[in-house]
């Protein structure tokens, strides 16, 4: 896990197809803004050369983040350190805590659409009216079912969707059983569980792991976790948790100024400051998820129970506070 306190930005002047280009390469270092920039020239030297061998380079990194920054850090300003374990805000303005080895997993439970089954609806009773049309050699059919698509379609597929969503099993409890599956299945684990606005958070709390190991990532599949996040956890080498609200769950919009890519500009701090600081008045209302049970016969790990202490804190899961 690379999450570095320094950043730094190089630019190379370079021509390709007959016109100048400005080549950029961010650098960065845990032990100072000069060591940043030697990285960044090194970066920008390294793709300067490679575009004058005639490989196609891009003139500046992806401007991203966490998610999509393959082959860079994470890119956030880190907010405090607890031993290993890094506490940073992304890019929309929520805390998250990034772990190296303690396993960190969120289950979202996907809300049902009816989308397809309105739409499907709506050309049955215009297909009802065409047909009608035909028969009775009247326009008059034809119009009704237009009207009548445009207005029952959406109504009636919401009342199709609660009719079959009773006969099914709640997805909230479906995915925690899943969990607790898991726990049968591996007694030795120790699982904690959280509720979250979108589902559930699991805490493996037995034991450290490696988020690029088969171990890490067949545990995540298991329990059914998003498959971007088990790719994240691999290509960052980390463990996530967001542990403070979502802004706009809060009444609050996105970080600003925009994007929240970090480093930001010296003139945009004060900007920045202004929006944390509503932010955390605002946020002192809700908690990030809530404490639902602990699952396992394994007995927690001092690593383990180091991070839990942290994230508990922040999240603040017995709190009774609703969650964001």
Known sequence: MIVPAYWSEAKEQIEVNGHRRTLRRFGWSDT??????????????DAARRARAGETVRLKDYKVVYGGAVGLP????????????????NSYGALCLNTPDVLFTDIDVPEPSHGWLTG????????????????????????????????????????????VSGLRQDPFQAAL???????????????????????????????????TQAESVSFMESVSSDPLYVFLCR????????????????????????????????EHMEKRRQWVAEYDRKSAAYAACQYVTTLGDGRASVDCERVRSVHDRYCRPDSGLPIA
């Open 74 to 89: 994470i890119r956030e300003e880190i907010i405090e350190r607890h031993g290993e374990s890094i506490i940073t805000r």
């Open 32 to 45: 100072s803004e000069s060591d940043a920039h030697d990285n960044a020239r090194e970066r920008v030297r």
């Open 235 to 266: 290509s960052q080498k980390c463990f996530r948790a967001r542990i403070s609200p979502k802004p706009w769950r809060i009444g609050v919009d996105r970080l600003r100024p925009r994007p929240g890519v970090w480093p930001i500009k010296p």
């Open 177 to 211: 059983t899943r969990i607790e599956s898991f726990a049968k299945e591996n007694p030795s684990w120790l699982l904690r569980v959280y509720r979250t606005p979108m589902g559930y958070r699991v805490l493996v709390m037995h034991s450290t792991f490696d988020p």
């Open 120 to 163: 499907s609806l709506f050309f049955a009773i215009l297909a009802i009216g065409i047909w009608a049309r035909i028969e009775l050699a009247a326009l008059w059919p034809l119009l009704v079912s237009i009207l009548a698509a445009a207005i029952v379609s959406a109504p009636l597929a919401k009342i199709v969707m609660k009719v």
